[in-house]
């Protein structure tokens, strides 16, 4: 069992994902954010300019790690040499917050470039819980497990996501990143309310929120289908839902996601001062 002390390290601000081409705008355009994420996979190199950009970032920025490669639902044992490679980045950077994904992306000896489902059932939560414990063990700090955003459900699932989600938190110590655009994704595509989902997670193990853009298209029966872009802006239903969550959550860590397709600062700029004024109104409205 892990304990939750880092939980609340990282700001209640608008963050935004770093990329590299936007350095200078950030170094010039610091008020905008208060925090940074990075995915861990993009530097775990021995050195270059990458590197020393976020050597220089993390003198005036709380610093997220975001895995994307664990394979934390994996059926096979986790990757020794990625581990390693993970414990060395966070030991120098010693990040505010260090989150993972509710997913697998491996199989034998081949690494899928897509963070696929899992089926919700109890087998699949000893092998989750396992493998957290292994990485919180193994990196000396809290781990994040952000919720998937989902195309279908297993019809062997016995768990609904959100109660699962929490089981896992309360077996290992881990906290929950809460990415309200999956929640919005999955509830289109599998027809339930996002609202009742939100209801039922677990939001005092939050410790950050994700925004992000999404794609629309239709399955073979005309229904509306979303994909899980990141390279867009957040639509309005989005911020509404986000609206609903700190109306129940409290003030969280904001960040917005934009990994495809990145724009211009200006316009991610735009949408970090949206989380902030979502948070800004929220703060108001509870006073």
């Given at each position: 069992?892990?304990?939750?002390?880092?939980?609340?390290?990282?700001p209640?601000?608008?963050?935004?994902?770093?990329?590299?081409?936007?350095?200078?705008?950030?170094?010039?355009?610091?008020?905008?954010?208060?925090?940074?994420?990075?995915?861990?996979?993009?530097?775990?190199?021995?050195g270059?300019?990458?590197?020393?950009?976020?050597?220089?970032?993390?003198?005036?920025?709380?610093?997220s790690?975001?895995?994307?490669?664990?394979?934390?639902?994996?059926?096979?044992?986790?990757?020794?040499?990625?581990?390693?490679?993970?414990?060395?980045?966070?030991?120098?950077?010693?990040?505010?917050?260090?989150?993972?994904?509710?997913?697998?992306?491996?199989?034998?000896?081949?690494?899928?470039?897509?963070?696929?489902?899992?089926?919700?059932?109890?087998?699949?939560?000893?092998?989750?819980?396992?493998?957290i414990?292994?990485?919180?063990?193994?990196?000396?700090?809290?781990?994040?497990?952000?919720?998937?955003?989902s195309?279908?459900?297993f019809?062997?699932?016995?768990?609904?996501?959100p109660?699962?989600?929490?089981?896992?938190?309360?077996?290992?110590?881990?906290?929950?990143?809460?990415?309200?655009?999956?929640?919005?994704?999955?509830?289109?595509?599998?027809?339930?309310?996002?609202?009742?989902?939100?209801?039922?997670?677990?939001?005092?193990?939050?410790?950050?929120?994700?925004l992000?853009?999404?794609?629309?298209?239709?399955?073979?029966?005309?229904?509306?289908?979303?994909?899980?872009?990141?390279?867009?802006?957040?639509?309005?239903?989005?911020?509404?839902?986000l609206?609903?969550?700190?109306?129940?959550?409290?003030?969280?860590?904001?960040?917005?996601?934009?990994?495809?397709?990145?724009?211009?600062?200006?316009?991610?700029?735009?949408?970090?001062s949206?989380?902030?004024?979502?948070?800004?109104?929220?703060?108001?409205?509870?006073?």
């Amino acid at each position: 069992m892990f304990d939750r002390s880092s939980l609340g390290q990282l700001p209640n601000g608008a963050g935004v994902g770093y990329k590299p081409q936007h350095f200078s705008d950030i170094e010039a355009d610091a008020g905008t954010v208060r925090w940074l994420e990075i995915h861990a996979e993009n530097y775990m190199g021995d050195g270059g300019r990458p590197l020393a950009q976020l050597r220089h970032l993390r003198e005036s920025f709380p610093i997220s790690v975001h895995g994307v490669g664990l394979s934390i639902g994996g059926e096979g044992s986790l990757d020794k040499d990625h581990l390693a490679r993970l414990k060395n980045l966070v030991r120098w950077i010693e990040p505010a917050s260090f989150s993972e994904h509710l997913a697998w992306s491996t199989h034998d000896s081949h690494f899928f470039n897509d963070l696929l489902p899992l089926p919700y059932t109890d087998q699949t939560l000893e092998r989750v819980c396992d493998h957290i414990d292994q990485v919180q063990s193994t990196v000396g700090q809290q781990m994040l497990l952000e919720n998937p955003s989902s195309y279908l459900a297993f019809a062997e699932s016995t768990w609904e996501e959100p109660a699962f989600m929490a089981e896992i938190a309360k077996r290992t110590g881990c906290g929950l990143l809460l990415d309200v655009n999956n929640v919005f994704i999955s509830a289109t595509n599998l027809h339930y309310s996002p609202q009742a989902y939100i209801d039922a997670y677990k939001l005092d193990c939050v410790g950050e929120i994700h925004l992000g853009g999404h794609d629309e298209d239709e399955d073979d029966h005309g229904h509306p289908l979303l994909i899980d872009s990141h390279g867009c802006e957040v639509v309005d239903p989005v911020w509404a839902l986000l609206d609903y969550t700190l109306a129940q959550s409290g003030s969280k860590p904001l960040l917005i996601e934009w990994d495809t397709d990145v724009p211009e600062w200006s316009v991610l700029r735009q949408e970090a001062s949206r989380a902030t004024a979502a948070l800004n109104q929220f703060q108001l409205a509870a006073q």
